[in-house]
């Protein structure tokens, strides 16, 4: 076991064009959380899935991200139409067969630069 | 809904003297709650949860926090700082509708 996995690492991409980060979780976790992090702040909540089903997606969330995740394995964000806005740390974190109330293990995060 | 507010954005203190950081949070459930450290550069790393079991929770590096529900605090305490404990703390709550973490405070110790 690896721990949590996030791919690429670095992106930087030009103002409207599209993005797709990987997050691998840590086998058998049923739970994967996406956050957002920019300089300075926490990070803040984007979505999360238990198993392959999402179950919550924040109102901060607008129509150009969506997150999916297949099989409850592996997930994917995807961002349409970057805007320099999006710029930021992008995290993942998954949680245990035990249910919400584990702690959530984190990769070391996606970082996105607009340019 | 969730929310986790953590009462000071930087605390300083010097080093071998004690640490506090402060945490009030409220959810609709019972939640867990977890303590987790950011040096710079790194990633995330989990200190210590409260899962209600005891009320007082040990973590790693000495620290420990301390669930009190009448008031709804989670706070974060160390006896004394070293130089390496520097770095960004978020207090996080999780329930069953999601995991929310607080803006974090910056913990600075001086020599």
């Known amino acids: 076991d690896t721990g949590v996995s996030q791919d690429p690492r670095h992106k930087i991409t030009k103002r409207g064009q599209n993005v797709t980060f990987r997050c691998d979780p840590i086998s058998e976790h049923n739970r994967l959380y996406w956050y957002r992090q920019t300089l300075g702040q926490g990070p803040e909540f984007l979505t999360y899935f238990q198993n392959e089903a999402q179950l919550e997606k924040s109102r901060l969330l607008s129509d150009r991200f969506s997150a999916e995740r297949p099989k409850g394995s592996f997930s994917t964000l995807e961002i349409q139409r970057t805007e320099q806005g999006d710029s930021a740390m992008y995290l993942c974190?998954?949680?245990?067969?035990?249910?919400?109330?584990?702690?959530?293990?984190f990769g070391q995060g996606t970082r996105l630069t607009v340019v | 809904a969730q929310s986790v507010t953590q009462l000071d954005s930087h605390v300083s203190v010097s080093e071998g003297t004690p640490v506090l950081l402060r945490c009030n949070y409220s959810s609709s459930y019972s939640p867990s709650l977890f303590w987790y450290v950011q040096h710079p550069n790194k990633g995330l790393q989990l200190l210590l949860k409260?899962?209600?079991?005891?009320?007082l929770v040990k973590g790693i590096n000495g620290f420990e926090a301390e669930f009190k529900k009448s008031e709804t605090s989670f706070h974060l305490t160390k006896p004394s700082a070293h130089m390496s404990d520097a770095a960004e703390y978020f207090c996080v709550v999780s329930d069953p509708s999601d995991m929310r973490f607080g803006a974090g405070t910056r913990l600075t110790v001086k020599p």
């Open positions: 974190a998954s949680s245990g067969i035990q249910g919400w109330g584990t702690e959530a293990f």
């Open positions: 409260y899962t209600s079991a005891a009320t």
